[in-house]
């Protein structure tokens, strides 16, 4: 028998499988499971962004693309993001195409990080950060953002994480999983210590499409001084429904983003074809697609916010993404023992805060990317759990 474990890395036996995923599964092997698990959109990618992928592969347009993507789209993409956050971005230097926005921050932190370099943390948030920063060997430095601050990054917490290690800022806004957004002046003053202090900002902005109320999204890569210290991460997957397409993109100075794409070309070479015909006519063509969908999440939002605060778990409410953060602690169970007893129970899959870090502890994270009709339905058995908890059931 051999003994594997002398030959795996160690870096990568610390890091603990996704909780997103195990509920995820435990989901998909029930009978009559609503799953609000996965943050993935309901609807299909429109139909004219299909239609040009499907026109790429009828004209045999089927051979590698450039590896930074194709020239069009890239141009396409730094169209895109001078038009809707007034940040200009050369096409040919500063942007790069990637297998979706995880292999953009994949890149960024390789690009970066190296063993004792601190990266800065804010949580509640996405999964990936934390295991990436270990396998470079960096150091994990969280920031526990509150509910009473509606999980937003203070720049006063900033400053006292701050230590002469600290290279790379994660900026997980608009954040998946508690729907928190940074406005302008959040992120003015974020800015101020990043400059002091002279570090990178890795900004994900893949939900930059799906913010609500009065202000739309603003990216740090426009505030005074972030431009030449900021990457940014973004993609097609949650603003167009095109999830499967696995298409995303950086953009940033042109030093970081060719040292980014040589680690492209050793490990992935260059993206899908298809998917890049596609996208582009996502950015000339889908402004009415994205002003569609994000509508109806709007309202799906504001009618799973108001079931949860109904029935006594109290939720703030998110302003970006499509998630609510609902506090469970009033049930006396940890958030593994409610998603648990959830599914098991009442076969409504949603996943534990702590998926997301440890302050999300009290906390679940529900997406609302399903229809009306997955929704109402999922409310009326969550309710049902804890009128049964209630009576000791």
Known sequence: ?????????????????????????????????????????????????????????????????????????????????????????????????????????DLAFRSLIENGDEVIIPEPSFVCYEPLAVMEGGTPVIIKTKSEDNFRLKASDLEAAITDKTKLLVLPFPNNPTGAILERQDLEEIAEVVKKHDIIVLSDEIYSELTYGENSHVSIASIDGMYERTIVINGFSKSYAMTGWRLGYALGPAPLIAQMTKLHQYGIMSAPTTAQYAAIEALKNGDRDINRMRDEYDMRRRYVVDGFNAMGLTCFEPLGAFYVFPCIKSTGLSSEEFCTRLVMDKHVAVIPGTAFGECGEGFVRVSYSYSLKHLKIALERIREFLEELKNGC
């Not at 009978?31 to 959109?41: A, F, K, R, T």
Request: charged share 30%; no cysteine.
């Open 1 to 105: 028998m051999i003994d594997y474990n002398k030959y795996l890395n160690k870096n990568i036996k610390t890091i603990k499988p996704s909780g997103i995923r195990k509920f995820f599964d435990i989901a998909n092997e029930m009978q009559d499971v609503i799953s609000l698990s996965i943050g993935e959109p309901d609807f299909q990618t429109p139909w004219h962004i299909r239609d040009e992928g499907i026109k790429s592969l009828e004209m045999g347009k089927t051979w590698y693309s450039p590896n930074r993507g194709f020239m069009e789209l890239r141009n396409e993409i730094a169209k895109y993001y001078k038009r809707k956050f007034n940040v200009e971005y050369d096409g040919k230097t500063q942007t790069l195409v990637t297998v979706g926005g995880s292999e953009a921050i």
